[in-house]
């Protein structure tokens, strides 16, 4: 797919967009890049859904020169894509941070936004001191990159894709570019107040999904069902799928984000 830009403030954001019907935006995880949603979106195209996928500040193809890492300026892009695309609201999958994004975008456009699908999400809340500073030390360059992608193979416990090398590869790559490294840091210590605050006042459907092998939370199960009971909306577990099950196990994953997107826009 072609890579197109927008300009926000200081920087650009980089996408790509395939389909025909009612918008949907994916925004990956911290550490990772558009690609996350290689395997979803094929499924959602078919499923009759125009399907953008964006790299986050400092990620992907995305420019690097940023002063804002937080989950608000994220929401910020993701606006500024929907309004781009002029194809009305769109669903929001956001992955991670990516979902404190999705509900942030959502309380501050609502005529933007109709639906959210929260993958794993990290919502709420600031980075645990201790944590800020033994990854501080774990992500520096010039070891830095390298830790990151053995902890982004934790990630996947059960199954890992076909391509997970050559994934891996090209995102150890582009974390070895100038600038990279630095955002995921500043992302992964970014604060998500924005979003944990915004939660009460989500008026939109939301579904979450959750793998039950997450290692990023103790109860994956708990955690789901706390952001969902925040927003007013479901959630369901995906057996044995990791932080990415929309790449673990697409099989499963697809057709829950699918029947949920359908009650939105063809019900």
């Not at 500040?57 to 300026?73: I, Y």
């Not at 053995?150 to 890992?160: I, R, V, W």
């Amino acid at each position: 797919m072609m890579t197109h830009y927008i300009k926000n403030k200081n920087g650009r954001i980089a996408y790509d967009v395939t389909g025909e019907g009612p918008l949907v935006v994916c925004v990956p995880s911290l550490g990772d890049v558009r690609a996350e949603y290689r395997f979803l979106v094929p499924l959602l195209v078919q499923a009759g859904y125009r399907v953008a996928t964006m790299d986050a500040r400092g990620h992907g193809e995305s420019s690097t020169e940023w002063d804002d890492f937080s989950v608000a300026a994220i929401g910020e892009d993701v606006l500024a894509l929907v309004r781009e695309l002029k194809s009305g609201s769109a669903v929001v999958v956001g992955t991670s941070m990516g979902g404190g994004a999705a509900i942030w975008s959502a309380v501050e456009a609502p005529e933007l936004i109709r639906g959210m699908i929260l993958v794993d999400p990290f919502v709420d809340g600031d980075s645990n001191p201790f944590l800020v500073f033994l990854f501080k030390f774990m992500f520096a360059r010039p070891w830095g990159p390298a830790l990151w992608l053995k902890y982004y193979s934790s990630l996947y416990p059960t199954s890992k894709p076909a391509d997970f090398d050559a994934y891996s590869s090209a995102l150890l790559t582009n974390l070895k570019e100038r600038g990279r490294l630095e955002a995921t840091r500043a992302m992964l210590f970014a604060s998500k107040r924005s979003s944990g605050e915004r939660m009460p006042r989500v008026t939109q459907p939301a579904l979450v999904l959750m793998g039950s092998k997450d290692p990023d939370f103790k109860n994956p199960e708990a955690e789901a069902k706390r952001v969902a009971d925040a927003v007013c909306g479901r959630y369901g577990m995906i057996e044995n799928a990791g932080h990415y099950p929309h790449a673990e196990m697409p099989e499963v994953t697809a057709p829950l984000m699918i029947s949920f997107m359908d009650s939105l826009t063809k019900g």
